[in-house]
């Protein structure tokens, strides 16, 4: 894979997906996404949502154990749980309090009702328990470093960036397993060298591989594990907020979008690798919405939006993106088609801090910004978090009241019905009445492995920081 992450023991402060995905085999959650991003019971047995009363109880497995031997039970979980509230971790907003109820079973108390805390617990490091024994004895640097979970497999050593080894852990609660009796993470930051070291049979599976080199596994004999990413479709978003850019006028970002050829995108960009975006979500998403319009491609209609929105010879403006070879190719060929109408867009392509500093923290920006993709399928969440206006995250995107309002009714929402129906609700709103992003694919992720592996989990949910250990084996 890529990235090992800052901490692969300590939960509150895993921050990346990568991160995650890295620990899966020793640390596991309360909960899980299954294979259309709802969520399903692990370490956890059950759940019961209250909304009125703005709590969650949440029914624990029984026999489990720490790889140190100590009992998972109400009070481990209520020790993980406070950590990362204490550490401010994405999902704690709301916490107001954990309570054992009995050995089995807790309580966690909300200041207010959120329907998408769950998905919190289910593939981000909140979600995560390790062992508060081993953490109390020897401190949080020490946790940092050696992850004492529950997983299949046992932590053996860690040197960072290089690689991660674990050993079967035999007091695996699902008995039986893992079947494998080690496992070896290794990061490669280099693309080119990921590729040819899957390709050689230096590894067995290849996270995080690029759709420009998929047909070429595919053909060396390799065989590839397809899935869609979390909740989002890649898209541009532009400074709606600011009332002096042209961007502020709905009929400009409409034109932008009936000028972009998406299904071409799909074909060049990424080799077919991919899905025409229509909206934020990918089909087969529970909140997709069938019932959007959209702006399908036509250059003619984008060309007589721009004349009625006072543009009739275009005007000029600026892409920003997150600067990788793919990025470059695709927003190469979407500066074409926006050229092709009148919009004289020059790319802008920015580093991760630069962008983030735009992005994610409050900044302005000019023209066009790339949004992102979270790896968490609970779209309201994904919402409210970063695409809701006024915040930290894409400040100068426009969020109309009934958009937002529409948000704050998905998260309240006391069950999944609710909540499927108000996510629907923001898709129309975003798309059809407002055209708050320039929507144009929903990519794949790629993992490639060796004929001889089954059933690693990678890309089996939308949220692809996990995957199974556990039911990992080989045929050589």
Same mark, same amino acid.
């Given at each position: 894979d890529v990235s090992d992450g800052a901490s692969i023991g300590y939960p509150a402060k895993l921050l990346t997906a990568g991160g995650v995905r890295h620990v899966c085999p020793g640390v596991e959650t309360l909960f899980r996404f299954d294979k259309d991003g709802k969520v399903i019971p692990w370490l956890a047995l059950s759940r019961k949502d209250d909304a009125k009363g703005k709590s969650m109880t949440i029914t624990l497995r029984k026999g489990v154990k720490f790889h140190d031997g100590t009992d998972f039970d109400s009070e481990a979980v209520k020790w993980n749980l406070e950590q990362s509230v204490g550490a401010k971790q994405m999902g704690t907003e709301k916490f107001k309090s954990v309570d054992v109820i009995d050995p089995y079973t807790v309580r966690i108390n909300l200041t207010e009702w959120d329907s998408t805390i769950i998905s919190q617990l289910s593939a981000q490091g909140l979600g995560m328990m390790v062992s508060p024994t081993g953490c109390k004895k020897n401190g949080v640097e020490w946790c940092a470093k050696n992850p004492v979970g529950t997983g299949p497999f046992q932590f053996v050593s860690w040197e960072k960036d290089t690689r991660t080894v674990w050993k079967k852990f035999p007091g695996y609660w699902q008995k039986g397993k893992p079947y494998l009796d080690e496992i070896v993470w290794t990061p490669i930051f280099d693309a080119g060298t990921r590729v040819m070291s899957i390709k050689a049979g230096e590894v067995d599976i290849s996270a995080t591989i690029a759709a420009k080199d998929v047909a070429d596994l595919e053909k060396s004999g390799l065989v590839i594990a397809r899935g869609k990413v979390g909740s989002g479709s890649v898209g541009l978003i532009g400074d709606s907020a600011n009332t002096k850019s042209p961007w502020a006028d709905i009929r400009v970002r409409q034109a932008a979008q009936h000028a972009i050829d998406t299904a071409a995108l799909v074909k060049t960009v990424f080799r077919g690798e991919?899905?025409?975006?229509?909206?934020?979500?990918y089909k087969g998403h529970w909140g997709y919405n069938p019932a959007i319009v959209g702006y399908p491609y036509d250059p003619a209609k984008a060309k007589a939006l721009l004349k009625q929105a006072g543009y009739p010879n275009g005007f000029k403006t600026k892409i920003i993106y997150r600067q990788n070879p793919q990025e470059d190719e695709l927003f190469t060929a979407v500066q074409g088609y926006l050229r092709a109408v009148g919009i004289d867009a020059d790319l802008d392509p920015a580093q991760k801090g630069r962008y983030d500093q735009?992005?994610?923290?409050?900044?302005?920006?000019?023209?066009?910004?790339?949004?992102?993709?979270? +790896?968490?399928?609970?779209?309201?969440?994904?919402?409210? *978090? !970063?695409? @809701?206006? #006024?915040?930290?995250?894409? $400040?100068?995107? /426009?969020? +109309?009241?009934?958009?937002?309002?529409?948000?704050?009714? *998905? !998260?309240? @929402?006391? #069950?999944?019905?609710?909540? $499927?129906?108000? /996510?629907?609700?923001?898709?129309?709103?975003?798309?059809?009445?407002y055209a708050l992003q320039i929507t144009l694919l929903c990519r794949y992720d790629f993992v490639a492995q060796q004929k001889y592996v089954y059933n690693h989990g990678l890309n089996g949910t939308p949220a692809n920081a996990m995957w199974t250990p556990a039911d990992v084996w080989l045929d050589k």
């Open positions: 991919g899905e025409p975006a229509n909206q934020f979500i735009i992005a994610t923290l409050g900044g302005k920006w000019e023209g066009l910004i790339m949004n992102r993709v979270s +790896p968490n399928p609970d779209v309201p969440g994904v919402m409210s *978090a !970063i695409y @809701a206006g #006024d915040g930290q995250d894409y $400040a100068f995107m /426009t969020a +109309p009241p009934d958009y937002k309002k529409a948000i704050e009714n *998905a !998260i309240a @929402a006391p #069950d999944f019905a609710g909540k $499927a129906k108000w /996510t629907k609700e923001i898709m129309k709103l975003m798309v059809d009445k």
